[in-house]
């Protein structure tokens, strides 16, 4: 299965090609400074809802984007919410957190096709499925950290982004270098393809990215391990595993998979949730609903 992947010395010197990608690249390695700072603010135990909503209040943009998903079919509130600071006191500062880093994220995946099998906005779309996913999990399992899977899902396959902007060309041809059947399932890793060209995989990318924007950790480690939750520290599995799985759940409609050969949820990885095959289910059963509202809310 691909989560025993062991990452051995090799994996250290593609965090460095990782590392020093992200630091050279001035486009996306760069949130917007009001999302920074909101993401700053929010980590400071110190920091108060009247703080982050003069924050987000210096961007009307921004403002107009929380408020417009705040109200949509995704939260349900049984009315509408027309100020920063009520969305703030229903939903809370690390939930309109989550919100105002989506708005900026959706924004980096514009653009057309690169080539056949890569499409930035199918990757989005698929980003958004996998973050519902990992929502719907996280309450199956009664883990409470419903945001925190669903940035996770949103952020996991970031570090396709970062070799995009890298080298447009070295993508390209990780594409062309893969090996496809006829139903579009992959012959060969993605991830050892991707190391081939780049020297390191999506996951050192984006997780390079997650400690450049100071990102928590368990949000980095969700980015870097999502493949091999079992190679991620003991104590950080959690968001991981939510992870895999919802990625192998979003994978069974259409979207991006070319890194997914395997595209089967192993026992142990619903046992590293607590959940059983019951749940799984109901997850499934949720997922086109809660998939609809959450596309129709976050697309580009």
Request: aromatic share 6%.
């Amino acid at each position: 299965m691909e989560q025993v992947v062991n990452p051995g010395s090799s994996s250290n010197a593609s965090m460095q090609v990782a590392h020093l990608a992200v630091k050279q690249l001035s486009h996306i390695a760069t949130l917007p400074e009001v999302t920074l700072g909101i993401i700053e603010l929010v980590e400071n135990p110190q920091s108060s809802a009247r703080d982050l909503n003069a924050l987000i209040g210096r961007d009307p943009a921004l403002s107009a984007r929380i408020l417009k998903v705040v109200n949509s079919a995704f939260y349900g509130l049984p009315r509408q919410i027309g100020s920063i600071d009520r969305a703030i006191a229903l939903l809370g500062l690390n939930a309109v957190k989550n919100i105002a880093i989506a708005a900026s994220l959706a924004k980096l995946f514009r653009g057309g096709a690169l080539c056949d099998r890569f499409d930035a906005k199918e990757l989005w779309t698929h980003s958004i499925a996998v973050a519902t996913a990992a929502k719907l999990l996280a309450k199956e399992a009664r883990m409470g950290l419903h945001d925190e899977a669903f940035l996770a899902g949103l952020m996991h396959d970031i570090g396709i982004m970062v070799e995009l902007q890298t080298d447009r060309a070295k993508l390209v041809q990780v594409f062309a270098d893969m090996q496809f059947d006829g139903d579009g399932r992959p012959q060969i890793d993605f991830r050892m393809v991707e190391r081939a060209v780049f020297g390191a995989d999506h996951g050192h990318f984006g997780e390079a990215l997650c400690e450049q924007w100071k990102f928590p950790r368990s949000l980095a480690l969700a980015c870097g391990h999502h493949h091999d939750p079992m190679n991620a520290p003991a104590e950080s599995r959690q968001i991981p595993w939510l992870v895999y799985v919802a990625d192998r759940l979003a994978s069974e409609s259409d979207g991006f998979r070319a890194d997914l050969a395997d595209r089967g949820i192993p026992r142990d990885a619903l046992d590293a949730l607590g959940i059983g095959v019951d749940a799984l289910e109901s997850v499934r059963s949720q997922l086109a609903v809660a998939l609809d509202e959450a596309t129709a809310t976050l697309a580009v």
